[in-house]
């Protein structure tokens, strides 16, 4: 998982970014108590930093930019003490699964960015945004239907 934090980190540099207004308050994350979720070394940033269309739709929190990917490890540790299992992500995004109590489960995304319209250094400002996937999302898949075979049945 460091490997995908570090390289999330990285991934920070070339992250494009559009400016959003933003509404002021932080978007709930459903499952998680939002006011247990600006770990030491977080402040809360309702604004997501007007970036990615983020404010409303996610819970942003910010650091200096240099210590994004320890505190995004931070996070990691945190929501695995909740149950949640880190199922993938690329870059700089991990995906959460944590199973329901009455069948199926929950995912919650952790996103990590910043403004690169802006010089990017150590103290510079990042974020990390986290909101929940809707749905199921181990919920079965519908089956693909399989082509008819052209040439008829298999011979006897």
């Keep these: 998982m460091k490997t995908l934090i ?8 070339a992250t494009p970014v559009v400016a959003q207004d933003a509404p002021t ?3 709930p994350v459903a499952g998680l108590d939002t006011d247990a979720l600006v770990l030491p070394g977080a402040t809360l940033s309702p604004d997501c930093g007007n970036l990615y269309g983020l404010a409303g739709r996610a819970f942003c929190v910010s650091a200096p930019l240099a210590s994004i990917g320890a505190l995004a490890e931070s996070y990691i540790a945190t929501f695995q003490t909740q149950g949640w299992i880190p199922a993938g992500g690329e870059d ?3 995906v959460f699964v944590r199973r329901r109590d009455a ?7 952790m996103q990590a960015f910043y403004d690169t319209s802006r010089p990017a250094g150590p103290d510079s400002i990042g974020y990390i945004g986290l909101a929940p996937i809707p ?3 181990c919920a ?3 089956p693909t239907p399989q082509p008819a075979n052209p040439a008829g049945p298999p011979a006897q």
């Design 6 to 13: 570090l390289a999330a980190t990285a991934a920070l540099l």
């Design 92 to 94: 700089n995004r991990v």
């Design 135 to 137: 749905g199921d999302v």
């Design 103 to 109: 069948g199926g489960c929950d995912g919650l995304q």
């Design 25 to 27: 308050a932080p978007a």
């Design 140 to 142: 079965a898949r519908a």
